[in-house]
């Protein structure tokens, strides 16, 4: 059983609202095409945690409810502090009282992204204001001293099917392992600690030969080669772990996003392919205990 420094962790209240979608006209593709499509932002209610985030109809697609805070400054401290498994609480409108889960932070847009049950989302009205219960920044585990962790919360860890080796490597179920190579837009960030980076889709034969045409909201991924303790960067033997927080794009160097939990630099982590490496399953499990 992995344990870690629970007493050094902070809890904080963040407060953030659903974000509207907005669009600009259109937008460049990687085939040269100009498309206008649906994207980021909202409430999405076709897609959510555990379905195919490939072949949709629109671009950068956040599952679930997209939230922000008005006031940059404190928006970015609910994408910083935010960390995957956090508790999200609806405060006003129909649906006041539901509880939901933190997916994940995207870049650029500044959304931090949560899962509600279906019924919950069907209530809501479009401007609701959000509680989330922020922990799990500064995380340390004890068996992993070579494991740089964030964006996680340690009691979602706790349910998954992870552990430390005779050797001291962690084992970390993933849904598919991809090279360096296929990593692009993000890249050059000064952080991981908030946002994330993109798959890299335009080559259909390297999807297909990576696992990356299935590839579902909410799945686990291992990044072969990069170092993200900072800034994502290819460093040869590093070994990074996150989860998919968007879908896929038309655009080039863009693709299925992924907020990073886990990374060494010294490849520490040894990834090893699970069907049930998602986070419907895991929140399922949250539920049960």
């Not at 401007?127 to 995380?139: A, S």
């Not at 992993?144 to 860890?157: A, E, G, Y």
């Not at 890299?200 to 999807?207: G, I, L, P």
């Not at 590839?215 to 990069?226: K, P, Q, S, T």
Request: aromatic share 8%; hydrophobic share 35%; with cysteine.
């Amino acid at each position: 059983m992995l344990t870690y420094n629970q007493n050094q962790l902070v809890e904080m209240a963040v407060n953030a609202k659903v974000d509207h979608p907005r669009v600009k006209g259109y937008r460049g593709g990687f085939d040269g095409r100009a498309r206008i499509t649906v994207a980021t932002g909202g409430i999405t209610y076709s897609h959510a945690i555990g379905d195919c985030c490939m072949h949709i109809a629109g671009d950068h697609v956040e599952p679930g409810v997209s939230m922000a805070n008005p006031n940059p400054d404190e928006n970015m401290a609910v994408e910083t502090f935010s960390c995957i498994g956090n508790p999200v609480y609806c405060l006003s409108g129909p649906a006041a009282g539901a509880k939901g889960y933190v997916t994940g932070t995207h870049g650029g847009i500044e959304h931090t992204m949560a899962y509600f049950k279906a019924e919950d989302l069907e209530r809501m009205e479009g401007n609701e204001n959000f509680l989330i219960r922020t922990y799990g920044q500064g995380l340390k585990v004890d068996q992993t001293p070579d494991v740089f962790w964030m964006n996680i919360d340690p009691r979602l860890l706790s349910v998954m099917n992870v552990d430390v080796d005779d050797q001291g490597q962690l084992r970390f179920p993933v849904a598919t392992i991809i090279p360096a190579f296929l990593m692009g837009s993000g890249l050059g960030s000064s952080t991981m600690m908030s946002g994330d980076y993109d798959i890299m889709t335009q080559d259909k034969e390297a999807n297909e030969q990576f696992g990356l045409s299935d590839l579902r909201f909410g799945d686990f991924v291992a990044i072969l080669d990069h170092d993200c303790t900072y800034g994502p960067h290819y460093k040869k033997g590093a070994v990074s772990v996150g989860v998919i927080v968007h879908s896929d794009s038309f655009t080039s160097g863009h693709g299925p996003g992924v907020a990073i939990v886990a990374t060494s630099q010294s490849g520490a982590i040894m990834p090893f392919v699970s069907d049930q490496a998602n986070l419907k399953h895991y929140f399922s499990k949250m539920e049960n205990e």
